[in-house]
T-cell receptor, first 109, second 115 residues
């Protein structure tokens, strides 16, 4: 079964500390993986896609097929990074998005 | 700004009383999705429309229906809401199925409370 697992409900760090939000997936084919972010009182929005290998707002994520992981990383957290982060996998012929339960990142001053 | 708009932002309905949630988009995307998100859980896909073609997820209860009268609008109808249907309902759009490559555009959601 296709599944996305985010093992941490809450990640709490201090400003300037490195951040790693974990995401593991199970999928039989070649997955398309995403990170979505939801800031307080805002809509869910796309942060980055694995196929574009981009860095957005200092965040990067590398797909590790051997470990079936797509962890989100940032070397120095900022207070404005505080938000809910969802890992998602695209599956099926119509690219249905399957979401993890999300990790709340809290960055303290 | 082109976007996805969900109305209302908060909806309170009575147990068993039909309720309709609304989603509109100005992106001219041909695919529209409805997700249900319960507290502390992952958003769960209920169904989607590809143009006028309706696609129901296998585990979506019959209590949930949808209508798409035109490209811009999509409605979620809950025929007899139960307490377990209280959730945030998210509408999303994508162009064709490029959402799998380009991502979806989400609305702000409607939080449904059942009393």
């Amino acid at each position: 079964a296709q599944r996305v697992t985010q093992p941490e409900k809450l990640l709490s760090v201090f400003k300037g500390a490195p951040v790693e939000l974990k995401c593991n997936y199970s999928y039989s084919g070649s997955p398309e993986l995403f990170w979505y972010v939801q800031y307080s009182r805002q809509r869910l929005q796309l942060l980055l896609r694995h196929i574009s290998r981009e860095s957005i707002k200092g965040f990067t994520a590398d797909l590790n097929k051997g470990e079936t992981s797509f962890h989100l990383k940032k070397p120095f957290a900022q207070e404005e990074d505080s938000a809910m982060y969802y890992c998602a996998l695209s599956s099926g012929g119509y690219n249905k998005l399957i979401f993890g339960a999300g990790t709340r990142l809290a960055v303290h001053p | 700004d082109a976007m996805v708009i969900q109305n209302p932002r908060y909806q309170v309905t009575q147990f068993g009383k039909p309720v309709t949630l609304s989603c509109s988009q100005t992106l001219n995307h041909n695919v529209m999705y409805w997700y249900q998100q319960k507290s502390s859980q992952a958003p769960k896909l209920l169904f989607h429309y590809y143009d006028k073609d309706f696609n129901n997820e296998a585990d979506t209860p019959d209590n949930f229906q949808s209508r798409r009268p035109n490209t811009s609008f999509c409605f979620l109808d809950i025929r007899s809401p139960g307490l377990g249907d209280a959730a945030m309902y998210l509408c999303a759009t994508s162009r064709d199925f490029q959402g799998g490559l380009l991502g979806y555009t989400f609305g702000s959601g409607t939080r449904l409370t059942v009393v």
